[in-house]
């Protein structure tokens, strides 16, 4: 009977989140004179993100990796500030501090930072080459952690915000996320302490939980494409052991993903709407999830649930079956 306290318990705290959210929205802050810098915004989130924000009446800085790609030729359009910021590089950060100090002597102000730059290689860990490691671990955490510490005295000064971005696999680790996960779950500690830390300076730390948009972001546009590499650089037992399963997933992904568009609206009003509270809430909540109910629900669950019961609902693809429900199409 104690998991049935467990679900009444989450189902009121995750109702008392959304009563707060309802009864805060209307008191915000203004955009005027006011700069978010958000990363990752070639495609996916950080463009959306960057073009709704620019429309609530923000100076938006937005980094990019292609400064010809789509995506920033549409930025620059619609009036968005563009950066050449490659996290596995964080000497391009400079880049990022001389346009907010040339935006600092317009009278204008870095207000907030969104850690919006992400990447994911969907597969086991063994299958991934050293190089596909080091690049999410360098972009999803260190970037994260580099992007927020360098931003930190102008935040500090201006009393802002630092918006985080993770995942449902911030929450629970799932097979083939190993990497992925273990980046999250870093996000996760770093954004718990970091607004400890914080908590005397003025500054609000807020964290949003995007949930299951790989085929309206084009995060997995590649990852066929690294399943043949992975292939290609496989080890001799790992290919004997795997290389089936393998060649089979790329089949699946590059009949999934790789004709999904790059740059594209993300047809999820509630993400924007979680963005829109991270950013501009007077008094923000902590935590900002666009997963629907139930799936907020289950997720919590997992993470309340014994070690042994979560592996067995994993094995049996629960996690999966959950996060289907979320699915944006």
């Known amino acids: 009977m104690w998991w049935m306290v467990g679900v009444g318990l989450v189902g009121l705290f995750l109702a ?81 501090l001389h346009t907010i100090q040339r935006l600092k002597m317009n009278n204008q102000e870095v207000w ?61 680790g799932t097979p083939t996320m190993s990497v992925y996960s273990a980046t999250k779950w870093g996000v996760e ?16 730390v807020v964290l949003v939980r995007p949930c299951n948009l790989p085929n309206r972001t084009g995060i997995l546009r590649n990852n066929a494409a690294q399943l043949r590499e992975m292939i290609e650089g496989a080890g001799e037992e790992t290919l004997r052991d795997y290389g089936e399963a393998m060649k089979e997933a790329e089949q699946v992904f590059h009949e999934a993903y790789g004709n999904v568009n790059q740059v594209q609206g993300l047809r999820d009003d509630r993400l924007l709407e979680c963005f829109r509270s991270a950013i501009m809430s007077k008094r923000p909540l902590a935590t900002y999830s666009a997963a629907p109910l139930l799936v907020r629900v289950a997720l919590n669950l997992l993470q309340l649930l014994p070690t042994a019961w979560v592996d067995f609902l994993c094995a049996i693809d629960f996690h999966y079956i959950v996060l289907s429900l979320a699915k944006n199409s």
Not at 132 to 157: C, D, F, H, S
Request: aromatic share 4%.
């Open 16 to 96: 008392a989140q959304a009563w707060r959210a309802r009864t805060c929205h209307e008191v915000e802050i203004s955009g005027h004179r006011r700069v978010v810098v958000i990363t990752g915004c070639d495609s996916g989130i950080g463009y959306s993100v960057a073009m709704s924000a620019r429309a609530w009446g923000w100076t938006v800085v937005a980094t990019c990796l292609s400064p010809d790609g789509e995506g920033a030729a549409h930025l620059r359009e619609a009036g968005v500030h563009i950066v050449i910021v490659d996290l596995t590089q964080t000497h391009t950060l400079a880049h990022l």
């Open 112 to 172: 907030c930072v969104v850690n919006n730059a992400g990447l994911l290689t969907y597969a086991s860990c063994e299958w991934q080459t050293s190089e596909m490691v080091e690049r999410q671990v360098a972009v999803n955490l260190t970037g994260v952690i580099q992007v927020t510490k360098a931003l930190l005295p102008t935040l500090r000064r201006n009393k802002g915000r630092v918006v985080m971005v993770s995942s449902p696999a911030g929450q629970v």
């Open 189 to 204: 500690g770093f954004t718990q302490a970091i607004r400890r830390e914080l908590a005397s300076t003025g500054v609000s």
